[in-house]
């Protein structure tokens, strides 16, 4: 059974940092693109940004470049979103997905185009930056 699994969301206050791991199972990890997305209340689902598992190559949306940063532990099959200078604006529930295509996971995430089709979905871990 393939599962994804985001966690360590929470409350934190704006210029916080958090740090959002993913844990993938059921499928060969090194494989895949892992890439991260989110989605507010009220606001289309967006990509954050995504890891090739196969040579760490990295890809950041506009909105999240220097602050975030996504890496892998492929012995531990598990992905790492590790936010800093949180922004209210980076409220929202955050999940990671994974997809055999790097192309399209990286136009998913750090582009608008609006390609969410990923192969695998995890459940969501909310995050809330307070101002």
């Known amino acids: 059974e393939v599962q994804l699994q985001a966690s360590g969301g929470g409350l934190v206050q704006a210029g916080g940092s958090l740090r959002l791991p993913c844990a993938a199972s059921?499928?060969?990890?090194?494989?895949?693109?892992i890439g991260w997305f989110r989605q507010a209340p009220g606001k289309e689902r967006e990509g954050v940004a995504c890891?090739?598992?196969?040579?760490?190559?990295?890809y950041y949306a506009d909105s999240v470049k220097g602050r975030f940063t996504i890496s892998s532990d492929n012995a531990k099959n598990a992905v790492y979103l590790q936010m800093n200078s949180l922004k209210p604006e980076d409220t929202a529930v955050y999940y990671c997905?994974?997809?055999?295509?790097?192309?399209?996971?990286?136009?998913?995430?750090?582009?608008?185009?609006?390609?969410?089709?990923?192969?695998?979905w995890g459940k969501g871990t909310q995050v809330t930056v307070s101002s």
């Open positions: 997905a994974a997809d055999r295509d790097l192309h399209d996971m990286v136009v998913a995430t750090t582009t608008l185009v609006g390609y969410y089709g990923m192969d695998y």
């Open positions: 890891i090739s598992s196969s040579d760490g190559s990295t």
């Open positions: 059921g499928f060969t990890f090194d494989d895949y693109a």
